[in-house]
Antibody, heavy 130, light 107 residues
Framework: EVQLVESGGGLVQPGRSLRLSCAVS????????MHWVRQVPGKGLEWVSG????????GYADSVKGRFTISRDNANNSLHLQMNSLRAGDTAFYYC???????????????????????WGQGTLVTVSS | DIQMTQSPSSLSASVGDRVTITCRAS??????LNWYQQKPGKAPRLLIY???NLHSGVPSRFSGSGSGTDFTLTISSLQPEDFATYYC?????????FGPGTKVDIK
């Protein structure tokens, strides 16, 4: 059974940092691209960042570019999101998501092949507040 | 960035009704369009991928169609477990973007 388990969420003050992790099992981790998607409670979904199987291609939403860093450790089947300079607007549930594709995008931003997200982790809540 | 819109934003329907949700992209995305269902307190789950392909385990009352900029998700006969919020997503160009969602509730 494929499992994605996020951790690292919590309450943090504006301007501080937090690191999310996602432990995966049940599939060959380094065969697939991975993503982080977030959702403000009661609101819609926002893609945050994605990373190809070998970390060779990485993308970010404009809202987090320069502040968040996605990474993966294929040896330990884990995905991470380093979040710096956190703002109140970053308060959300953060979901770890597996892609069907192995690659992400090319240098122009176009995705390499088809992509869809399945499955999703249960989410971890990040609250940015003083 | 590619903007995704959905209509309606919400709808009320009865069990057995046929329901259609529309998703529109701000530019052509071929068939790089997925649909997800989310129930309260749960993570989203994949329903339809590549515009018209039913994900494994999803009931056949769900179907998707469209290409280019206009897409639809249809539930042929609404069941009690289908009351949820539905999101479309383009996977053509980064940043990947979701529609704002369509909430389907009970009439």
């Amino acid at each position: 059974e494929v499992q994605l388990v996020e951790s690292g969420g919590g309450l943090v003050q504006p301007g501080r940092s937090l690191r999310l992790s996602c432990a995966v099992s049940g599939f060959i981790f380094d065969d697939y691209a991975m993503h982080w998607v977030r959702q403000v409670p009661g609101k819609g979904l926002e893609w945050v960042s994605g990373i190809s199987w070998n970390s060779g291609s990485i993308g970010y939403a404009d809202s987090v570019k320069g502040r968040f860093t996605i990474s993966r450790d294929n040896a330990n089947n884990s995905l991470h999101l380093q979040m710096n300079s956190l703002r109140a607007g970053d308060t959300a549930f953060y979901y770890c998501v597996k892609d069907i594709a192995s690659s992400f995008s090319d240098s122009s931003g176009y995705l390499i092949g088809e992509s869809w997200f399945d499955p999703w982790g249960q989410g971890t809540l990040v609250t940015v507040s003083s | 960035d590619i903007q995704m819109t959905q209509s309606p934003s919400s709808l009320s329907a009865s069990v057995g009704d046929r329901v259609t949700i529309t998703c529109r992209a701000s530019q052509s995305i071929a068939t790089y369009l997925n649909w997800y269902q989310q129930k309260p307190g749960k993570a989203p789950r994949l329903l339809i991928y590549a515009a018209s392909n039913l994900h494994s385990g999803v009931p056949s009352r769900f179907s998707g169609s469209g290409s280019g900029t206009d897409f639809t998700l249809t539930i042929s006969s609404l069941q009690p477990e289908d009351f949820a919020t539905y999101y479309c997503q383009q996977c053509y160009y980064s940043p990947l973007t979701f529609g704002p969602g369509t909430k389907v509730d009970i009439k």
